[in-house]
């Protein structure tokens, strides 16, 4: 078989929410350029599914005579127009944002509909259009069982003809991705979480923790949700409440801000400057440590201003209020809002500048009682669509509605003077008037509920997943370093201090500090010699039962065993190698002296994520397994040409099938 190019090779990646692909291997490798979303709509006809949700339109919009049926409308495509006698003609239009009656194949991992699965494969394979010659590199979830690695080998092979076809692991592929042969590797998806143990490039099956549910991003945004419903929060709100900058996972028993803990420092030696800016003491030594606005209620404060009652409740539900009849009323007041505060800036230009220069310092996310983010109302946007309010109406109300960073654009002129809604989007009649497409944003403001996405065990369970998994590896001597690899991947950790957490966590639960470890007896540290007995009542060091050595360096049987290797675990490379083994024979000893130590870590850390891809640098790695996935296809299909069976070809299917796909693994 000729060798493969980079050019050639497919990658595919599945997930439960969104599912990633790329044909071709770049020279830097890069992120995923096809993603998509892991989700298929059932077709007109039975049997079949269709990428977007395609609906029936009333209406006589049929194209101009020369123009194709076919065109883009706010985001929308209408496909086609069917005669229907004396009615109006109906069309379909594809409604490329809703998911209503989606259905979503891949569920924690799993593939709990191989129909939906098989469609959603094909539509990212013709996306991506490749050429003839294209092998296939499949991401495998760790829950995917090996009859169902069999029958994703036969749909592959006999659906697109592909030479040749691979599969890897994704816990294995984040390993490549990081360049190291052991890794413990913490992939936290959409509904669960995903904990295994690499070592020298093998997955350890035994104790791996699959498809741990209840762990992933959904979890966090079910836990805002509960704190937040009463204030009128839908999921939709908390999932990008979530994704934005103001969503933070705090470390363990850090105090909210607002709370007492976080409000009273220790040592106040000034109590009128506390209670007016934060700071501990006067003088501009404290003043400099803090940087701190006043606590407010007012302008310019660390509360701001104090907000009317009908605010502070709770989110206006702004879509109640335009279906509601009272659209007209809602957008003047709008409108009357936004010419004062054109008004009030073009008046007092030069004293909000010398005003911005005197403020104080901005406080840290983490310090703010409260903070908005800017919520993208897909539901107001629809609800206006189905008012039928004409192109240039609508695009008026969006202009007014929308409080996001290109509303300045419609307020201002190039004078700096307000302009109108039309004035903003060009010519009424004009194309660009019904060429304004995506959300309505909305500033949106959240209280400490925003820490509190991790506030349903989220990490401790992981934690406990964490310990099971490198307890249960039978390499003893690995388990040190497999806590200190640790890999945490996936986008259900995109939030913000959610990696940080989870090691604060982890490391509470489980790591034992050599320092502390004294509590237990009175001993001296290990790390201390101990004088050698001189007298003739000394006891001498001797084998016991447990294996002690005494003075040669080993535990006595009056010892800790926790105890020992928590303090000598730290010296072990220090002393000569010849001191492992005092005497030939004693190779039971020496396990034995590593075996609590893996039980106790006294070590616990992030592996670094490496430096030579910029690309990912910018974007971070919580793709990683995409990366190492981009490694292995090139080692394989270029470099390697199947030497080590990393791949199955079409002659090997045609001989073994598909149940062969057991015997070509990375």
Not at 190 to 203: G, L, N, Q, W
């Amino acid at each position: 078989m000729p060798p493969f190019k980079d050019e050639q090779i497919i990658i595919i990646a599945p997930g439960s929410e969104t599912t990633v692909a790329q044909l071709g291997l770049p020279e830097s490798f890069t992120p995923a350029r096809l993603r998509v979303r892991s989700r298929m709509f059932p077709a007109q006809k039975e049997g079949e599914w269709e990428p977007y949700k395609v609906r029936r339109r009333q209406g006589k919009l049929a194209a101009p005579a020369g123009e194709p049926q076919d065109r883009a409308q706010n985001g929308e495509v209408a496909k086609t127009a069917i005669p229907d006698g004396d009615e109006d003609d109906v069309l379909y239009e594809e409604d490329r944002v809703s998911e209503e009656g989606a259905v979503w194949p891949i569920q924690e991992g799993r593939i709990v509909n191989w129909s939906c699965f098989f469609a959603l494969i094909t539509h990212v394979y013709n996306a991506l259009n490749p050429p003839f010659h294209t092998p296939i590199l499949l991401i495998a979830q760790p829950v995917w069982t090996p009859k169902e690695h069999e029958k994703l080998t036969q749909f592959f092979f006999e659906k697109f003809k592909t030479p040749a076809f691979g599969m890897m692991d994704a816990a294995l592929a984040t390993s490549w991705a990081y360049g190291v042969h052991t890794s413990t590797i913490v992939d936290v998806g959409k509904d669960k979480a995903d904990v295994t143990a690499v070592s020298e490039f093998i997955p350890h099956t035994q104790g791996r923790v699959i498809s741990l549910a209840g762990c992933g991003g959904e979890a966090l945004t079910q836990a805002l949700l509960s704190r937040l419903k009463s204030k009128g929060f839908t999921r939709e709100m908390c999932e990008q409440l979530k994704k934005s900058p103001i969503c933070e996972i705090l470390p363990p028993d850090t105090p909210l801000p607002g709370t007492r803990e976080a409000s009273e420092p220790d040592n106040i030696t000034n109590p009128a400057a506390a209670a007016s800016t934060g700071a501990a003491g006067s003088g501009p030594a404290a003043a400099s440590t803090i940087g701190n606005a006043p606590r407010g209620p007012g302008a310019d404060t660390e509360v701001g201003d104090d907000t009317g009652a009908e605010e502070s409740e709770g989110v206006l539900d702004v879509a109640s209020i335009v279906t509601g009849g009272r659209m007209n009323e809602y957008l003047a007041k709008k409108e009357k809002e936004k010419q004062e505060k054109a008004a009030a800036k073009k008046k007092g230009g030069a004293e909000a500048a010398a005003a911005a220069q005197a403020r104080p310092v901005r406080l840290p996310n983490s310090k703010r009682e409260k903070a908005t983010f800017l919520y993208e109302d897909h539901a107001l946007l629809d609800s206006l669509k189905n008012m039928n309010l004409g192109s240039v109406k609508l695009a008026e109300a969006q202009a007014t509605l929308d409080e996001g960073p290109q509303k300045k654009a419609h307020e201002e002129g190039a004078d700096g003077e307000p302009t109108s809604a039309l004035e903003a989007n060009g010519n009424a009649e004009g194309p660009s008037m019904t060429s304004r497409a995506g959300p309505i944003r909305r500033e949106i403001e959240v209280g400490t509920e925003r820490f509190m996405a991790a506030s349903n065990d989220v990490l401790e369970r992981i934690a406990d997943a964490v310990h099971r998994t490198i307890s249960s590896v039978d390499e003893v001597n690995k388990r040190s370093e497999l806590w200190d690899s640790l890999i945490v991947c996936g986008n259900g950790s995109r939030v913000r201090g959610f990696k940080e957490a989870l090691l604060a966590t982890i490391q509470s639960k489980y790591l034992i500090s050599p320092s502390s470890a004294t509590i237990f007896t009175s001993e001296i540290p290990s790390n201390i010699s101990t004088p050698a007995g001189t007298g003739a009542n000394t006891p001498q060091p001797q084998l016991g039962p447990h294996g002690g050595l005494g003075g040669l360096g080993g535990p006595s049987s009056q010892v800790n065993p926790l105890l020992y290797a928590a303090t000598t675990a730290q010296t072990q490379h220090l002393m000569p190698p010849s001191s492992n083994l005092m005497m030939s024979g004693m190779s039971g000893i020496s396990h034995n002296m590593h075996s609590s130590h893996g039980q106790t870590p006294t070590s616990i850390k992030f592996l670094k994520p490496p430096e030579y891809f910029p690309e990912w640098k910018e974007v971070g790695f919580d793709e990683a397994t995409f990366l190492g996935a981009q490694v292995a296809a090139k080692v394989i299909f270029v470099v390697d040409q199947g030497q080590s069976k990393g791949y199955m070809t079409r002659p090997d299917y045609n001989d073994q099938g598909p149940t062969g796909i057991h015997d070509y693994s990375l």
